[in-house]
């Protein structure tokens, strides 16, 4: 088991629903992120927090909109969805925000419709 | 930016082959090399890493191999099992900022 937890693991929303999605780690970590995945491709960052700051910005959307409340704690409100963000939604920590290893949740499976 | 490339996309060996994964890199600055695993439903876990300082690092059946100067990385696998089958993805990042730029992965399928 990963010692990244995203809740829900899969989650349907209409193009008009406002959802979040939640991700929470105990290592201590101070760096956390998201990112989205299609299917047979890689990652793609959407998020760096850094020290509960938001650091990075990979040009998202502002339909997605990232909170980090805590260290421990990252979500992700989603507003307004097109069913082309249908994909994995991946949240990962690391240590902090230099070269440490990435430690990924097991993603959340979104469906836009 | 960071590009890296990976090869092949996808592999097939028999049990108990080995299999070698194949990536390069654009930037020279790029100092820290991940290797992640990823099974069907499930994100990425680090399977192994290697920093710029080292020319190889082993664990247990996996090993890792880095070339600077030539700027690619390789993931050895020995003795392949059935559940090493999965998707694999290298990666590269540097000391600033803190984006891994990953490759575009490798669907491994060992055959029983």
């Known amino acids: 088991d990963t010692e990244v937890t995203q809740t829900p693991k899969h989650l349907v929303m209409g193009m008009t629903n406002k959802k979040s999605l939640k991700c929470e780690q105990h290592m201590g970590h101070r760096a956390m992120y998201w990112y989205k995945q299609k299917a047979k491709k890689p990652p793609e960052l959407m998020f760096v927090?850094?020290?509960?700051?938001?650091?990075i910005n990979e040009s998202v959307p502002s339909r997605f909109s990232p909170e980090c409340p805590n260290s421990s704690l990252l979500n992700l409100h989603l507003h307004a969805l097109q069913p082309e963000d249908s994909a994995l939604y991946l949240c990962?920590?690391?240590?902090?925000?230099?070269?440490?290893?990435?430690?990924f949740g097991n993603g959340t499976r979104l469906t836009v419709t | 930016g960071e590009n890296v490339e990976q090869h092949p996309s996808t592999l097939s060996v028999q049990e108990g082959d080995s299999a070698v994964i194949k990536c390069t890199y654009s930037d020279s600055a790029s100092n820290y090399f991940p290797w992640y695993k990823q099974e069907l439903g499930k994100g990425p876990q680090l399977i192994i890493d290697i920093r710029s300082n080292v020319g190889e690092k082993k664990d247990q059946r996996i090993a890792v191999t880095l070339n600077k100067t030539a700027k690619h990385f390789s993931l050895h696998i020995t003795e392949t099992q059935p559940e090493d089958s999965a998707v694999y993805f290298c990666a590269a990042s540097t000391d600033y900022g803190q984006n891994f730029v990953f490759g575009p992965g490798t669907r491994l399928s060992v055959l029983p």
């Open positions: 990962a920590s690391s240590q902090d925000s230099s070269n440490s290893p990435l430690h």
């Open positions: 927090y850094s020290y509960e700051k938001l650091s």
